[in-house]
Structures are given as C-alpha cells and as structure tokens.
C-alpha cells in the first residue's frame, strides 16, 4: 500500500462526545476520549480499527459544510442536549461514506463532527476535498439510459429515487436519457453520442440493457479506431469508458457477478467510487460476419429453447424465465453437433479448480509468459482451417445444452452461477457440454446450480476452458444415407421439431441465446477478446477488517502529526 503522510489529528465532537479525528494514510479515523481527553469507547458507525472507527478516504462519498444543528442527532432528547452544545460547537462538517453491510450491499452512512472553530471546520474540509479530488479514477459526468419496461418496470422509479439522490450528493452530473424503443440506446451511443463529454455510461434495467450499452460503446469504440468488427481475427480496441449498471432487469446477472448483489444503491456507489473491473467479451460471428458480443451466457439447446420459449411471454416478467424453464425441461430435446474448440493454457486454472474470481483475483491479474502471449487466434485458425488441428479439439455428439460463459453468470437463480470458478477478466471462457442424458439426470444438473454440489461431476457433463470454440449443427453438415433413414427424434412430451426447433434430414436446431438475445444463426464461431471493456465495480468482495496489526490502521501512526490551528 502506498503510504500517506499523517496528515491532521484534531479534537471534534460527535453527539455530545468529544473525538479525536485523524487523517492519514488515505484513512479517515475517529475514536472517542473520555472526560478527561483520553481514549474510551468506539462510536458504532464505520468499520472498527483496533481503537476506534475508520474509512478510506477514496469510500467517502462527500463531505458537506453541516450547519452546527447537523441532523445527525438522534433522539428527542440527545437533540435537547445537543442543542445546548450548538451554541458552543457552531461548527461541523459532515463525511458520507461507504458502509458495508450483510451480504455485499453498501450502503451511504454519514457522521457529522462539530467543533467551536470556524478555520478548524475549513481546514477540515479543505484537506479532505483536496483529497477527494485527488481521486482520478472518480466520474464527474456520466450518460445515464434507462429501459423503463426492463425486469418490473421500476427502472425509472429506481433511478430517480434511489440513484439519483446519491449522483447529486457527490457531485456528478449525468444526462439521462429514457429509452423509447428497443436498441434506442445502442443507436444513440453509436452514432449520436457526444462521449468526449462523459467519464461514463450507465445502464438502468437488466442483462439486455447492459448488452445494448456494451454493443454501442464497442462498436463506436472500433469505429473510431478503423477497426471492422466483421474480421473475426481483427485485434479489438477496448473502450475508453467505463460502464455502470444499475439492475432493473430480469437476471441482472453482469450486475450480480461483478458487485455480487443487485442493488442499485450499491451500484451506485460503486459508481461514485470510480471502481473499475475489467471484462472480457466474446465475438460471435457466422461465416465471417460479425453477429454479436456476449458477456454472460452463450447458450445452445436449453438455454437457447428457454429464451425463445420466454421471449413470447414477456408479459408475466421475470417469472417468464421459470415457466418456460419447467416446459422446455419436460420437452427433453437434445441437438445433434460439433463443437470444435481452442483450450486456453493451464496456467490458467481450469473450470473445476476451487479459485474463485473475487475482488482482486490474482488469475485475472496474471501477465501471460512470453510463451502465453504467442498465442493467436487467427494463427490457430488458419491451422485449423487447412486441415490441422492446430491445438483445436473437436467434439461430436448430440448435447441436450452448450453453453460458453466469459464469467460466472453467478445471479439470484443460481448464486454460484453456471461455471463458478470462471474469471471476469483472464481472456478465457468455460465452455460446458451436457450430453444426451436421463431426465432425472439433468435435473439433478441444473438442481447443483442452486446448490453446494458440484453441477459438472456428471458422466454426462463436460467443462474446458478456451480461448475461443465454433459449433457445427449436424444438420448443416455433410449427411450420410445412414443420417437421412433416421426419423425425427420423438420424446414422451412430443417430437424434437417442436414450435422452436426446425426439422431437416431428422436432425433438429435450436437457437443460441446471447445474453438473453436469440442469435439467428446456429452456426457460430466464438472467440475471447480479453478485457475488452471496464465495468465500475471491483469483483466479488471477500469479508475485509482492520486488525490490530494492520500497518494500513490509521492509529498505528508514527509521532509528528500536524495539528491544525483552532
Ligand atoms: C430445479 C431448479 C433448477 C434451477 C436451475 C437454475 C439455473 C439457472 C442458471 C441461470 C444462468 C443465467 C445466465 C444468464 C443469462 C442472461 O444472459 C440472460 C439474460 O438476462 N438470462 C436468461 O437467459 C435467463 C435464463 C433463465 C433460465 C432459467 C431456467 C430455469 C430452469 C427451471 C427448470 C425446472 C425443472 C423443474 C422440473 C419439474
Ligand atoms: N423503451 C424500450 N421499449 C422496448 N424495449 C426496450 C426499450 N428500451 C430497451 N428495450 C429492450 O428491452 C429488452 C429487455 O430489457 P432489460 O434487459 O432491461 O430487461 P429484462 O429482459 O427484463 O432483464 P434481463 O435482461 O436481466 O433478463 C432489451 O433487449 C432492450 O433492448
Ligand atoms: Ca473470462
């Protein structure tokens, strides 16, 4: 940790309670004294140090000149009190400031601090602003859409209410715009956007809003680089700005897997924070024309016929997504296939080890080795193409679901998500292949996803994580005399060809699903485009404490603090 100078120690009051205040190290810290000035009780509000109560200054939201009757006062009767002391104590200043509570929501505390100096309050303030503004990394202006029918409907009300407030307090001004059609805001970043303005986009509503947000920015982004987003090989510029999301979807699971809630006020702080984690994007593109982007799921068979099934009954909402899940899982289909893939090195970890990304993830922040950072997709590609394997493997079968994760996809449904030891930012996906198998047994697969078991540790599942894959529906490719006499694959809950499959050569396809869009084509190449955009969050938190040893506490400090002049 870079180490600050002790900057100010002073005595303050808080409730009636005389505090020494301290700033030093990046840290703000408060701890009571007793009657006689010395240290005594803590006062419950921010993270406990070992003697008293800190926050980092880059988790301060604001601070606010308070008037000496600051409503941080409590009760009737601590106010009565407190109004004796206003008359002594005119001056007070007030921090807002990051707290974390149960189950990685943030919230915005406060604590005012009243003093019997004017300058003292000032300098107070001056060094704590002059702080704040050190903070680079912080947006000052933000582009703000918001899908006002996404998830319940709440993404205006969310906004206004909850978000807003907070963006005003620190001082970011944002330009909002309610979309009024589907792609509205793709379009609008695009083309129409003036970005230069902006340190950020924000998304109000949910996984297809982010995708709207994610596609305008990456293909203005490639745009005003020169690059064709059409040349599956052409190397990608990542974008310059950084995205928040505010969930107000159905999933919200790009919110869920980087913030590990969904709460917008949480997000929202994260927002103010500055945070930043990068992401890798998958390309999808059929025969050389780009399709789309996915960040989350990339889904053939099961997730692909669920979308479809749920895209006509997006009247019922979120609930949409269960419906057509308990349907699509009675009507059992299997696709037939090949899925032909690029692994990605070992030192990467792999899908079933135990690393969990989390804030900070040390696989995400691995630099590739020299021999790593040989690897080229388009050289392997061309290999591949002429006839070699070039380190592809190739997969035939007849899969009841493909699916391809950049990240967990952890979110409500499933908290650990649908390959829970993948990483949000180290250019590989999980690519996971569930074979034909028995009802039950893939009820008991999906049943893992909402449970402690493990969902891959299945004869019928496989996991591999790449640097890219391609899939070939068995219908598109060559079919022998043996393939055409077979008869379209009937299950007890009806055929194979049924209302979201196409029969031919009885074979059938299904649809991918790409972040909750359906993908028109079932023939598809993929490949990983490392932390091609940055989010404002940080990864999943571990559980954090100051403790007694910790060098980083601010009451570990060496002699010689500045006090400031009464
Ligand atoms: C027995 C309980 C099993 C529960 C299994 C839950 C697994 C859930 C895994 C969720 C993975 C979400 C990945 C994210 C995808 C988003 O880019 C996309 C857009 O928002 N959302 C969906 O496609 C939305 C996809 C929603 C899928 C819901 C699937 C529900 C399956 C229910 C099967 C019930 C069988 C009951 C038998 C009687
Ligand atoms: N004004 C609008 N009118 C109609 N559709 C819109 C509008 N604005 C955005 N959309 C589209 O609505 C779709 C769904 O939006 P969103 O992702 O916000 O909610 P959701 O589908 O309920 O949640 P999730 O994607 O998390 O499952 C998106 O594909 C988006 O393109
Ligand atoms: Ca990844």
């Not at 792999?350 to 922040?365: E, M, Y």
């Amino acid at each position: 940790m870079e180490k600050q100078p002790r900057l100010f120690s002073s005595e303050f009051f808080h409730k009636n309670r005389q505090v020494e205040l301290v700033l030093s190290r990046g840290v703000l810290a408060w701890r009571e004294l007793d009657k006689g000035g010395k240290r005594g009780s803590d006062i419950k509000s921010a993270p406990e140090t070992a003697h008293g109560h800190s926050v980092q200054v880059c988790e301060i939201v604001a601070v606010h000149k308070t008037e000496g009757d600051g409503k941080d006062q409590g009760s009737n009767r601590s106010r009565k009190k407190a109004n004796k002391h206003v008359l002594l104590l005119p001056y007070a200043f007030t921090a807002f400031f990051v707290r974390r509570t149960q189950q990685h929501q943030w919230r915005c505390s406060e604590i005012t601090f009243h003093c019997a100096s004017h300058s003292l309050r000032e300098q107070w303030i001056q060094a704590l602003s002059e702080q704040l503004s050190s903070l680079t990394n912080r947006p000052k202006s933000l582009l703000v859409y918001i899908n006002p029918y996404g998830g319940k409907r709440r993404g205006k009300r969310i906004y206004e209410q909850k978000v807003a407030p907070l963006f005003r307090h620190a001082g970011i001004s944002a330009d909002v715009i309610v979309t009024e059609y589907a792609n509205h805001a793709r379009d609008h970043l695009k083309t129409e956007a003036n970005l230069d303005k902006y340190d950020g986009v924000v998304c109000v509503g949910g996984d297809g809003m982010f995708s709207e947000v994610l596609h305008g920015l990456v293909a203005r982004t490639q745009s005003d680089h020169g690059v064709d987003q059409n040349q599956p090989d052409a190397q990608l510029v990542p974008c310059s700005l950084h995205i928040g999301i505010i969930p107000a979807g159905s999933t919200d699971c790009i919110c869920f897997a980087t913030i590990g809630t969904n709460d917008p006020v949480t997000s929202a702080l994260h927002i103010i924070v500055g945070d930043s984690q990068p992401m890798d994007v998958c390309s999808v593109h059929h025969s050389d024309i780009f399709l789309r982007y996915s960040v989350s799921l990339l889904g053939y068979g099961f997730y692909g016929d669920v979308l479809t099934d749920s895209e006509r009954k997006r009247w019922l909402g979120p609930a949409r997504y269960d419906l057509s899940g308990v349907k699509t899982f009675l009507s059992h289909n299997y696709y037939e296939g090949s899925v032909s893939f690029l692994p990605a090195e070992d030192t990467i970890g792999n899908p079933r080890d135990k690393l969990r990304c989390r804030s900070g993830c040390h696989v995400c922040q691995h630099k590739p080795s020299s021999k790593d950072s040989e690897w080229d997709m388009s050289e392997e590609k061309e290999k591949f193409n002429e006839g070699g394997s070039g380190g592809w493997s190739v997969i035939r079968g007849k899969f009841i679901a493909i699916n391809a994760a950049c990240m967990s996809c952890a979110c409500p449904r499933s908290p650990k998500g649908l390959s829970p030891s993948a990483h949000l930012a180290d250019g590989t996906a999980d690519l996971i292949l569930v074979r034909k198998c028995s009802r039950l047994g893939f009820f008991r697969h999906l049943l893992r996803h909402t449970n402690k078991g493990d969902q891959f540790d299945h004869a019928f599942v496989e996991v591999h994580r790449v640097r890219g894959f391609r899939f070939q529906p068995r219908h598109q490719e060559p079919v022998s005399l043996e393939d055409l006499s077979e008869a379209p694959k009937k299950t007890r809950f009806g055929t194979m060809c049924s209302a979201q499959t196409t029969c031919g050569y009885g074979a059938a396809h299904s649809s991918w699903n790409c972040d909750g869009e359906i993908l028109p084509h079932a023939a598809i190449q993929v490949s990983v485009q490392s932390r091609l955009i940055r989010l404002f969050a940080r990864g999943i938190e571990e559980p954090q404490r100051f403790t007694f040893e910790d060098p980083s506490s601010p009451w570990a400090l060496e002699p010689g603090t500045q006090q400031p002049a009464a």
